[in-house]
């Protein structure tokens, strides 16, 4: 089975930086890992996308919130999704979470997958 394992969480302060790594593993094929996604889910609050990455790696998103602080970057060959977080804000807080839209191997059909989540804690 597909899966996505994040790391890299942790305590920062505020101010810091911390890189998120979401590696898929499983059965599937680096070259049908489609788009690529980070959200994060505070506590009380709405899951949202944070932001998202083409198979090419060459259009991206990010949220307002984020945008000028946050890159997000992948690996192909690594089958890895990268968030790196500068000027970490306590906002920032919050559970992040790896998605991605995936070919699994002996499917035709692109399937939705997320990972477990990694919390981010940014301290005052």
């Known amino acids: 089975q597909v899966q996505l394992v994040e790391s890299g969480g942790g305590l920062v302060e505020a101010g810091g930086s911390l890189r998120l790594s979401c590696a898929a593993s499983?059965?599937?094929?680096?070259?049908?890992?489609?788009?690529m996604r980070w959200y994060r889910q505070a506590p009380g609050e709405q899951r949202e996308l944070v932001a998202s990455i083409t198979t090419g790696g060459g259009v991206t998103y990010y949220a307002d919130s984020v945008k000028g602080r946050f890159t997000i970057s992948r690996d192909n060959a690594k089958k890895t999704v990268y968030l790196q977080m500068n000027s970490l804000k306590p906002e920032d807080t919050a559970v992040y979470y790896c998605?991605?839209?995936?070919?699994?191997?002996?499917?035709?059909?692109?399937?939705?997958?997320w990972g477990q989540g990694t919390q981010v804690t940014v301290s005052s």
């Open positions: 499983g059965s599937i094929l680096n070259i049908n890992i489609n788009v």
């Open positions: 998605n991605a839209d995936a070919l699994p191997v002996g499917s035709a059909v692109y399937n939705h997958y």
